[in-house]
């Protein structure tokens, strides 16, 4: 049996191990799959809690062996990795931090794991180990056939390729036509927001795949210098900016043999190519969506002939979701999809809906013969609402009640014959706990190198207000109110779509407490617009983002001060990307709550963020410009009072660094002081070791400072 072993330094401080280990995450096992006969578990993980470079580790499920499948470091002959643009934007749209092998796929036996190194193909197997296959690269996300006999894989110059398993018979698919056309790949949108990355799929036969084909050139180019550097050239990027053009996106069947059917819907009313499923239990299955969001079609696809056939269409006022895992067929051929029609958000196997306003469906996890493995929080239904839990559910195909399997925070889980790996963090320690669950024996816990934090966070969840907003306060280490009196309070959101920060997990206040220590009261609260509580909690912000998460900021800061030492007469807010953009808002907005704010990567103007996710929110800003501007900062420029900093990585490709510039302008010509912190080179993510720790030290000085402590 392996044992969960977690190490630290003492001499570290906080913001530089945070810092060092990419947040805690270098050296946690990731990625598991799990093979079908349930005799292995497969998964990612680096030697140490500081090396980067993840290798590809294999777990005997009879006895907890361990053993490494594939180390980068020797198939590259202990050279460094050289990574192409096109694999680093892959990395910068999913948030990857991480080195050497940050994903694989298998074929249906699992005998059989592909994977890009350098933009190089490898192949790795327990029986033939690691090995390079010859292929055309620079490559990106290749794919074993179900058979295991080929791979297909996507190139940096648009193409579509496949290679037999044995190196051999290398050959291209399809070929792009003109420049910005590629084959196999996600699309920027399809990557950043939807959360489809990527874009080929093999039949159930291994015969033919199904194939995306992207065009950019409708996409208008934006140029990301790097001022400390003006010898280079800048960088263009395809961004489709709200209400511009999108790349057209179309679909074909490729088949081996050379043959190719376009895929056909009606793509000028449902233009975005959401999710593609193609198994064993049916015919090709496509969610396709409008442009605004408000519809959507499931569409099964011919495979002789391309023509699709429409299963379901769906409306919402608002918009309409998108789900992991969903739609998909079960086995025997009934259609299993995610739906909020009833009011709450419910699972759907054929026509039935198999969950009540107890549980508010998140995601589907897994389809076999026997149940449904998904995931879904509290609904508005439920006796228990615990702020930042959710539950993993068996929802059995024969109508019988939901099954819960663990409760907990960071859910995930894969499964196969009869095993299931479930990873899960808690609140009482630190990390995430992987665990390999067999039938009729003790759990087998994956071995974690990740470092065990040099503080220990506390945070006291409550649901604050008439209104139930999850929320969480943490307080100096050693704090007594008779002594210490009244905190400053720092507000620490992000409140927006797609992020819960209050989850019953430890490691997700880290920081927050870090800042607690430095003598705030710290304050996360996750209002309106935040997912996992129901469909009406979300689409609250609907054409209205300012104003409502805003308000719940508010709401939730006065209604904790009733019970929790804090001094609303020195009040800051921090935040990153939305959160940033909240935290400018808060200080702009509403200078009577809040006295100074640290804005990180903020959006100031809703014109420069992309369309899928801003015009699902928003609308489109032709058709409503006032939304935009009543949504926006620039405009309130002038009504700043209170200290305000706000930092910028300038190669940021998702929120531009015009965002910031412009909203500094704006400030200047209205002749209102603030701070600026320019990141050069640095992106969204800001995984620099140096440029994450300076960061929490330069911003706790800036508050302390703002508010006399």
């Known amino acids: 049996m392996t044992d969960d072993v977690q190490h630290h330094a003492p001499a570290d401080s906080f913001p530089r191990q945070y810092a060092r280990t990419l947040r805690y995450t270098v050296g946690q096992p990731r990625s598991f799959a799990v093979a079908p006969d349930g005799s292995r578990v497969l998964f990612l993980r680096s030697r140490s809690g500081t090396d980067r470079a993840n290798l590809l580790w294999t777990l005997d499920v009879a006895d907890g062996t361990e053993t490494v499948l594939a180390d980068p470091a020797a198939l590259l002959d202990g050279g460094a990795e050289d990574l192409s643009p096109a694999e680093r934007a892959r990395r910068e749209r999913s948030r990857e931090g991480s080195a050497g092998i940050v994903g694989y796929a298998l074929d249906a036996t699992a005998e059989l794991a592909a994977f890009a190194l350098s933009g190089r193909l490898f192949a790795a197997g327990p029986a033939a180990g690691a090995r390079e296959l010859p292929a055309a690269g620079p490559l990106l996300d290749p794919r074993p056939s179900p058979d295991g006999r080929w791979i297909a894989y996507p190139t940096t110059g648009g193409a579509l390729r496949v290679i037999a398993a044995d190196g051999t018979g290398d050959r291209a698919l399809a070929e792009p036509e003109a420049a910005g056309v590629t084959w196999g790949q996600a699309e920027f949108i399809a990557q950043e927001e939807m959360d489809r990355d990527r874009g080929h799929w093999w039949s159930p036969g291994s015969d033919a795949l199904l194939v995306a084909r992207a065009d950019d050139a409708p996409v208008r180019r934006w140029w990301i210098a790097d001022p400390a550097n003006p010898e280079r050239t800048p960088a263009e990027v395809a961004y489709p900016a709200a209400g511009t053009p999108n790349a057209e996106v179309t679909l074909w069947l490729l088949g081996l043999d050379g043959s190719r059917t376009e895929v056909v819907w009606d793509r000028v009313a449902h233009p975005y190519l959401a999710r593609v499923h193609w198994s064993a239990g049916g015919p090709p299955l496509l969610l396709v969506q409008a442009r605004d969001q408000r519809s959507q079609q499931l569409l099964a696809v011919d495979p002789g002939t391309g023509t699709t056939t429409e299963l379901l269409t769906e409306r919402d006022p608002a918009w309409l979701e998108l789900f992991n895992g969903v739609p998909a067929w079960t086995p025997d051929g009934r259609l299993v999809r995610i ?371």
Not at 364 to 379: N, P, R
Not at 445 to 471: D, G, W
């Open 339 to 709: 739906g909020d029609e009833s009011g709450h958000r419910a699972l759907y196997v054929g026509e039935a809906e198999r969950t009540d306003d107890t549980l508010h469906l998140r995601a589907v996890l897994s389809v076999d013969a026997t149940d449904v493995l998904c995931l879904a929080g509290a609904g508005e239904g439920a006796a228990d609402q615990t702020p930042g839990l959710t539950g993993l559910y068996r929802v059995p195909l024969d109508g019988s009640a939901p099954v819960l399997v663990h409760r907990g925070a960071a859910l995930d889980a894969v499964r196969g014959g009869g095993v299931t790996v479930l990873s899960s963090a808690a609140p009482d320690r630190a990390g995430r706990r992987a665990e390999v669950l067999r039938e009729g024996a003790e759990p087998l816990v994956v071995t974690s190198y990740a470092e065990t934090p040099v503080l220990t966070a506390r945070p006291l969840f409550r649901l604050a207000s008439k209104r139930r907003i999850p929320a969480a306060v943490l307080l100096p280490t050693g704090y007594d109110r008779d002594r210490d009196g009244l905190l400053p309070v720092l507000m620490d959101p992000y409140g927006g779509p797609h992020a819960a920060l209050v989850v019953q997990a430890h490691n997700a206040f880290l920081t927050s407490q870090w800042f607690a220590d430095q003598g705030f009261a710290v304050v996360v609260a996750d209002g309106r617009g935040t997912p996992g509580r129901s469909p009406a909690w979300e689409k609250a912000i609907a054409h209205d983002f300012a104003g409502v998460t805003l308000a719940d900021q508010v709401e939730a800061l006065q209604a904790l001060a009733a019970e929790f030492p804090l001094d609303l007469g020195r009040v800051a807010i921090r935040g990153w990307s939305y959160g940033g953009y909240l935290s400018a808002l808060a200080v702009l907005r509403r200078p009577d709550v809040f006295h100074a704010a640290v804005a990180g990567a903020p959006v100031t103007d809703w014109r420069l963020y992309d369309t899928h996710y801003t015009e699902r929110y928003l609308g489109h800003p032709g058709e409503r410009p006032e939304v935009y501007d009543a949504n926006s900062l620039i405009a309130d420029a002038a009504k700043l009072e209170r200290p305000l900093m706000i930092v910028h990585g300038l190669a940021d490709d998702n929120v531009v660094a015009a965002h910031t510039l412009r909203l500094s302008s704006a400030l200047l010509a209205a002749g209102r002081p603030h701070t600026v912190l320019p990141l050069s080179g640095v992106t969204h993510m800001t995984p620099q070791e140096q440029v994450a720790e300076n960061l929490l030290l330069l911003q706790v000085d800036f508050l302390k400072r703002s508010l006399g402590m």
